[in-house]
């Protein structure tokens, strides 16, 4: 089964960045859109961005408009996610999930499958 691992997780000072990536292994397929999502504390998991397969279509909760980038190069089945100008309200575990069905785009968690065990993202006010 494929596997999503993600890493890049750490400790940051409000303003700063870091960069998520979500590496996939074992039996990997072409087509599926990735997705990013985070769960703070007492709280339900958010979507954060999604990109299609090819990268022609990306969207981000607004929150994190103008502030983090999703990219994936797929030759090295991996995802990213960006994060500038973070803020302490971005405080969560971070996860990457791979869309439930080839061509899906969806924004809410039930739309993706194989989620990866997460990355914390703390920062700092």
């Known amino acids: 089964q494929v596997q999503l691992v993600e890493s890049g997780g750490g400790l940051v000072q409000a303003g700063g960045s870091l960069r998520l990536s979500c590496a996939a292994s074992?039996?990997?397929?072409?087509?599926?859109?990735m997705g990013w999502f985070r769960q703070a504390p007492g709280k339900e998991r958010e979507f954060v961005a999604t990109?299609?397969?090819?990268?022609?279509?990306?969207y981000y909760t607004d929150s994190v408009k103008g502030r983090f980038t999703i990219s994936r190069d797929n030759a090295k089945n991996t995802v990213f996610l960006q994060m500038n100008m973070l803020k302490p309200e971005d405080t969560a575990v971070y996860y990457c999930?791979?869309?439930?069905?080839?061509?899906?785009?969806?924004?809410?968690?039930?739309?993706?499958?194989?989620w990866g065990q997460g990355t914390q993202v703390t920062v700092l006010s």
């Open positions: 074992g039996r990997t397929v072409s087509g599926y859109s």
């Open positions: 990109q299609t397969w090819n990268g022609g279509s990306s």
């Open positions: 999930a791979r869309s439930r069905t080839v061509g899906g785009f969806g924004r809410t968690a039930n739309e993706y499958t194989v």
